[in-house]
């Protein structure tokens, strides 16, 4: 496989994904961009936060960081309407949108929803048709820019990066033609389960999925940032006892293979480093985001890894 010339810098994120009054939010905001965090994100679950205002009030608490969708789940918008609200959310945050897109997998929400899931090639062929026709829209909205009238579109930036996540094959093609960040999932939907019940990702089926993409991108003029969303983080000298209730939950795996899995950073602050390091030189991931519950634990692993 492919490597680029020189390693990317790393960008970290973290996903807030529990609802909270006002002041909370603010605070856990806050708190984000206080431990290093670059960029804040909100994903799109029934039961979650609502995505765009949550970016706002995020906006409006801090400072430095982007703020991000991770991911919307396609299925539940139409393109037009959702270009007014990525123009919008992006004009009152000051420019920080970056917008993450998947094909959605819970068919619970949509039946929750009362919208239709669609099989999985229904489902990407939606995600392409939104890729696409956001990025028409936007192209009119530049087109616009330049006549005289236009004025009251100068304060719409609506080209915000673009985030594609998903690990097929057609998601990873639509991903090398489109998206500036892709994002591979580090665990798949159970094939039976209605409620989005992940398994991990093998980090040998991990290589053959990135190096299906960089395949897929090799003629782009620019690579795109690799992502990689983690799924616990513990810091600790005694990873069997941190891991037994996964190894409980999902008893074909052993020990093992638990700590080869490449979204588990289980152990001390110099192994975890050490496999962070070792898994952006394997894969090319340098932007790693990680879940609300792990966002402190987290921190001292930024700090290691930028020399601090």
Same mark, same amino acid.
Request: with cysteine; glycine share 8%; net charge negative.
């Given at each position: 496989?492919?490597?680029?010339?020189?390693?990317?810098?790393?960008?970290?994120?973290?996903?807030?994904?529990?609802?909270?009054?006002?002041?909370?939010?603010?605070?856990?905001?806050?708190?984000?961009?206080?431990?290093?965090?670059?960029?804040? =994100?909100?994903?799109?679950?029934?039961?979650?936060?609502?995505?765009?205002?949550?970016?706002?009030?995020?906006?409006?608490?801090?400072?430095?960081?982007?703020?991000?969708?991770?991911?919307?789940?396609?299925?539940?918008?139409?393109?037009? =309407?959702?270009?007014?609200?990525?123009?919008?959310?992006?004009?009152?945050?000051?420019?920080?949108?970056?917008?993450?897109?998947?094909?959605?997998?819970?068919?619970?929400?949509?039946?929750?929803?009362?919208?239709?899931?669609?099989?999985?090639?229904?489902?990407?062929?939606?995600?392409?048709?939104?890729?696409?026709?956001?990025?028409?829209?936007?192209?009119?909205?530049?087109?616009?820019?330049?006549?005289?009238?236009?004025?009251?579109?100068?304060?719409?930036?609506?080209?915000?990066?673009?985030?594609?996540?998903?690990?097929?094959?057609?998601?990873?093609?639509?991903?090398?033609?489109?998206?500036?960040?892709?994002?591979?999932?580090?665990?798949?939907?159970?094939?039976?389960?209605?409620?989005?019940?992940?398994?991990?990702?093998?980090?040998?089926?991990?290589?053959?999925?990135?190096?299906?993409?960089?395949?897929?991108?090799?003629?782009?003029?620019?690579?795109?940032?690799?992502?990689?969303? =983690?799924?616990?983080?513990?810091?600790?000298?005694?990873?069997?006892?941190? =891991?037994?209730?996964?190894?409980?939950?999902?008893?074909?795996?052993?020990?093992?293979?638990?700590?080869?899995?490449?979204?588990?950073?289980?152990?001390?602050?110099?192994?975890?480093?050490?496999?962070?390091?070792?898994?952006?030189?394997?894969?090319?991931?340098?932007?790693?985001?990680?879940?609300?519950?792990?966002?402190?634990?987290?921190?001292?692993?930024?700090?290691?890894?930028?020399?601090?």
């Amino acid at each position: 496989m492919s490597r680029p010339e020189s390693p990317r810098p790393f960008r970290f994120g973290v996903n807030l994904m529990t609802a909270a009054p006002a002041d909370e939010w603010r605070a856990k905001c806050r708190r984000a961009e206080e431990l290093g965090y670059d960029v804040i =994100l909100v994903p799109d679950h029934l039961g979650m936060p609502a995505p765009f205002p949550a970016l706002v009030a995020a906006a409006e608490a801090t400072e430095r960081p982007r703020l991000g969708t991770f991911v919307l789940n396609a299925g539940f918008w139409n393109p037009a =309407l959702l270009a007014r609200e990525v123009a919008t959310t992006d004009a009152l945050t000051g420019g920080r949108l970056e917008l993450g897109l998947g094909a959605g997998y819970v068919q619970a929400e949509h039946d929750s929803a009362g919208l239709p899931f669609g099989t999985p090639g229904e489902r990407v062929d939606h995600l392409r048709h939104t890729v696409e026709e956001l990025q028409r829209l936007w192209h009119t909205v530049e087109e616009l820019r330049r006549l005289p009238s236009s004025e009251s579109y100068q304060s719409q930036r609506l080209r915000v990066p673009l985030l594609v996540g998903g690990n097929g094959d057609r998601v990873l093609r639509l991903t090398a033609e489109h998206a500036d960040i892709a994002a591979f999932g580090g665990a798949y939907p159970d094939a039976g389960s209605t409620t989005g019940r992940l398994v991990p990702v093998t980090a040998e089926r991990l290589d053959e999925r990135v190096a299906r993409y960089r395949k897929f991108a090799a003629d782009r003029a620019e690579p795109a940032e690799l992502n990689l969303l =983690l799924q616990m983080v513990a810091v600790t000298e005694d990873r069997e006892a941190v =891991l037994q209730p996964l190894l409980d939950r999902v008893p074909e795996l052993t020990l093992e293979q638990a700590l080869a899995l490449p979204i588990l950073l289980i152990g001390t602050l110099e192994q975890i480093t050490a496999q962070v390091l070792a898994q952006r030189e394997r894969y090319g991931f340098s932007y790693l985001a990680v879940l609300e519950p792990y966002m402190e634990a987290f921190a001292p692993v930024m700090a290691r890894l930028r020399g601090e």
